[in-house]
Each structure stands twice: as C-alpha cells, then as structure tokens.
C-alpha cells in the first residue's frame, strides 16, 4: 500500500551563486565533504551563465561552501566546464568522492550537437575530472 504523506522539508539553503535554471538544468549533484563533521564543507554542481558576457553560453561548474546552519558561507567556485556552450538540454553530472579524498566530478557532453567533443582530449565535454583535496 502507497502511502499518501510527503516528507516535511527543512527551511531553504541560501547562498547559493546564481544557477542557470532551464530545460535540463539546473542544480545537479550536492556532495557533503568526507570530512564534514569537522570542517563543515558542502560541494555542488550546478549550470551557470557567463558571469561576465550572459550570452556567451553556459557551463557547468563545481562549487564548494561552508553550511552554517541554512546558509552556505564564503562560497568559492572551484571548477569550471570550458567551452562554454549555449545549450538547456544534456546538462547531467555527478559528484563522487573517493575514499582518499578526491572528488571525480563527471561532465556531460551539455547538447547533442556537441557529443563528438567527448572523443577529444582538448575540452571537458562528455569527460571525468578529477580534482586533488
């Protein structure tokens, strides 16, 4: 038997950068830091817009901040997809830690357009990055 009650949700999260929401993307993976017990870490992956030229495509990236009760504090981005692609649709990702601390971050190839980029060693699209603690 299916049960109709919904799981209460806790107070939103703020402090997150501005995310390019649409289609297929959006916020995509949320990781907690192997040690967030004691540093407090939160890492995310989320589609964002050119800060500096807005139509110049959009990317996805990885940021990291500390959660201090429902707010994430001096948030830094530290990876961002190149090139950036003007693209809402194939926008998955994940974030998995390893049990020696990196984080493997995977990327899609963000439109079908752009999917023989994956065979090439010369931009993220469609790859796996690694990135040291």
């Given at each position: 038997m299916w049960s109709t009650k919904t799981a209460a949700s806790g107070a939103?999260?703020?402090g997150l950068p501005a995310i390019s929401v649409g289609g297929q993307c959006g916020l995509l993976d949320v990781a907690i830091d192997p040690r967030f017990a004691d540093n407090g870490i939160v890492l995310f992956q989320l589609r964002r817009t050119g800060q500096?030229?807005?139509?110049s495509g959009n990317s996805t990236a990885v940021a990291r901040g500390k959660l201090a009760g429902n707010a994430l504090t001096d948030v830094r981005t530290i990876f961002v997809?190149?090139?950036?692609?003007?693209?809402s649709a194939h926008c998955g990702g994940r974030?998995?830690?390893a049990r020696d601390g990196r984080l493997f971050v995977t990327l899609s190839a963000s439109a079908f357009s752009r999917k023989e980029d994956a065979q090439t060693l010369d931009?993220?699209?469609g790859?796996?990055?690694r990135i040291e603690p």
């Open positions: 939103p999260i703020t500096l030229q807005p139509d997809q190149r090139p950036k692609v003007s693209s974030l998995v830690f931009n993220h699209l790859k796996i990055v």
